[in-house]
C-alpha cells in the first residue's frame, strides 16, 4: 500500500464509532506501524476528541507508563517537545510509524525515525495520555521554571505523606507523564521508546512501570478482571457509559479552578505504586481473604449477598459484627464512607522480578483518573492508611500525581491551552 493511500485509510478516522473518545475497528486492510498488512479485528481509538483516550477507553490489557523529567530550561523547546509528542502519538495510535518517514525507508547516513519494533503490528487499541507534574509548574525550591506558575492548578499539589508509605524517590513524582495502553505490550513500550526517542535532550526517563493484566473495567461491555489477590477488581468502577457520574467525579469543570481553567475537560492521574505480599496473602484462609477484601472470591459478590453488581449491605449483622467487616477494603474506600466521591480506577498488575529473599517483587499499579484529588483521592487514601485490614499485605512504593488536560483537536498540541 502506498504512503498515500495508507494516509487516506487512516486520516478517515476509519470505523469510529462508541464509547467516549471514541473506539474504532481497524479492517483487514489496516498497516501495522508502517509495514506489512497489520492483522484484521486490531482496535484503534482516534487520538483526537474532548477528552484525551486512554481514560474511559475501555481498559487494555497492557501498559507501559513513564514518567519524564524535563532537562531543558527553555519554554520553547518544551513547546517544541509537546508538539512533536501530539504528532507521533496521533500517528502511533493509528497503526502507523512514530514519524512520517517510518523505520525502514530513511537516510542510510541518519537515525529512522522509528525504532522498528512495531513494524507489522496493528495499533492493538493504542491509547497515549499524557500529563503535567507539579515541577512543571515551580521546582522544589519554587522556581517558575517555564511561566507557568500562574497556571498552576491549586489542586496539583504533590501528594502527601501518607501512613505506609515506603516510598522510592527513583520511582516517583515527575515534570511529565505518559500512559501508554495497548492490547500487545510490544505496541505500549514502542509507543514509550519512540516518544523518548524524540525528547532525547529536552527530557529524560524519570523512572517506568511495564503492566500486565488490567485490574478495572471502564467499560459495561468488559468483564470483570481479577488481581493478583485473586479478587475480581473492577466492579463498582466508574464506567464510560455513566455520564453523569463521569461529569460529577472525573473530569475538571468550568469554574473548578480559576488558575487551572485550561484543565476542563481534563482530569487529575494519580499513580501509586503498590507492593503486595503474595506469599503471606497466599497462606490466609479463604474465609479471612474474603474478609479483607468484603467480597467473595468467586463472584465478587458483596459478603451481604446478591450478585457481583449488587449493592453492598453494610448494615446487615454478622457473626459478632456486620457481615461487611468495617475494616473490609470495600466498606473503607466506599462513597457511602467517604462522602459520596467515586474515582474511575485503571490500574494494571505488575511483577518486577523478585526480591533479595525470593518473594515476588509484584503488586498493583494503581492508577486512578479523579475530578479533584483533594476531594476524591487524598480523603479515601488516607482511610485506607489508618483503617484497610488490607493494608498489613501492601506497602506503597511509589507515588505521582499529574494533570491531565483535555483532548486535542487535528492542528493543536497536548495542553496548548496551558501555553497560550
Ligand atoms: C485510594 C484508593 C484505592 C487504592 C490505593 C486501592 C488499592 C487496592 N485495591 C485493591 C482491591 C480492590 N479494590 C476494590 C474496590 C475499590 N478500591 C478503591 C480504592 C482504592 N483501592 C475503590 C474506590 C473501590 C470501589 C469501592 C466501591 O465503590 O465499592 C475491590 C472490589 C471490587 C471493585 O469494586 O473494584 C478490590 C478487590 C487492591 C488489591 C489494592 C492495592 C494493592
Ligand atoms: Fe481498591
Known amino acids: 500500500m502506498s504512503r498515500v493511500s495508507r494516509r487516506t485509510l487512516f486520516g478517515a478516522g476509519i470505523g469510529a464509532v462508541g464509547v467516549g473518545a471514541g473506539l474504532g475497528i481497524a479492517g483487514a486492510e489496516a498497516v501495522g506501524h508502517d509495514g506489512a498488512p497489520a492483522a484484521a479485528g486490531s482496535r484503534t ?117 501518607f501512613p505506609g508509605d515506603d516510598l522510592d524517590p527513583a520511582r516517583s513524582d515527575g515534570d511529565l507523564c505518559v500512559q501508554a495502553c495497548a492490547d500487545d505490550p510490544q505496541v505500549a513500550v514502542h509507543a514509550i521508546r519512540n516518544l523518548a526517542r524524540i525528547g532525547f535532550g529536552t527530557v529524560a526517563v524519570r523512572w517506568s512501570q511495564l503492566g500486565f493484566g488490567r485490574t478495572s473495567s471502564t467499560s459495561t461491555s468488559q468483564q470483570t478482571p481479577r488481581n493478583l489477590f485473586g479478587f475480581k477488581d473492577g466492579t463498582a468502577n466508574v464506567k464510560a457509559e455513566e455520564r453523569r457520574a463521569l461529569d460529577a467525579h472525573v473530569w475538571v469543570a468550568d469554574g473548578d479552578d480559576r488558575a487551572g481553567d485550561w484543565m476542563v475537560g481534563g482530569s487529575y492521574l494519580t499513580a501509586r505504586r503498590v507492593n503486595m505480599t503474595v506469599e503471606v496473602w497466599d497462606r490466609q484462609p479463604l474465609g479471612d481473604q474474603e474478609k479483607f477484601i468484603g467480597r467473595t472470591k468467586a463472584e465478587g459478590a458483596p459478603l451481604s449477598g446478591g450478585g457481583e ?108 491551552a496551558l501555553f497560550a
Request: hydrophobic residues 35%.
Open 45 to 161: 481509538y482516534p487520538f483526537h476528541g474532548d477528552h484525551q483516550a486512554g481514560i474511559v477507553t475501555p481498559a487494555q490489557d497492557r501498559l507501559h507508563f513513564a514518567a519524564f523529567d524535563v532537562t531543558t530550561d527553555s519554554r520553547e523547546e518544551l513547546v517544541a517537545l509537546l508538539k512533536a509528542w501530539t504528532e507521533a502519538a496521533a500517528r502511533m495510535t493509528q497503526g502507523r510509524s512514530a514519524g512520517p518517514v517510518g523505520p525502514t525507508e530513511g537516510d542510510y547516513d541518519l537515525p529512522p525515525d522509528d525504532t522498528g519494533e512495531a513494524i507489522g503490528l496493528p495499533a492493538s487499541g493504542l491509547t497515549i495520555t499524557f500529563g503535567f507534574g507539579p515541577t512543571l509548574f515551580r521546582s522544589e525550591d519554587g522556581t517558575d521554571r517555564f511561566g507557568l506558575a500562574g497556571k498552576q492548578p491549586a489542586a496539583l499539589a504533590p501528594l502527601p505523606h
Open 309 to 416: 453488581f449488587h449493592r453492598p449491605d453494610f448494615t446487615m449483622k454478622g457473626d459478632g459484627g456486620p457481615i461487611i467487616p468495617t475494616d473490609s477494603h470495600v466498606s473503607v474506600v466506599h462513597p457511602d464512607h467517604n462522602g459520596g466521591v467515586r474515582m474511575l480506577r485503571r490500574g494494571y498488575n505488575f511483577v518486577d522480578g523478585t526480591d533479595a529473599l525470593g518473594g515476588l517483587n509484584a503488586g498493583l499499579f494503581f492508577l486512578a483518573f479523579v475530578r479533584d484529588p483533594r476531594t476524591h483521592f487524598i480523603p479515601v487514601q488516607n482511610s485506607m492508611a489508618h483503617n484497610d485490614a488490607m493494608m498489613e499485605y501492601l506497602k506503597f512504593t511509589g507515588s505521582a500525581l499529574f494533570a491531565v488536560p483535555p483532548g486535542t483537536r487535528p492542528g493543536e498540541h497536548v495542553g496548548q
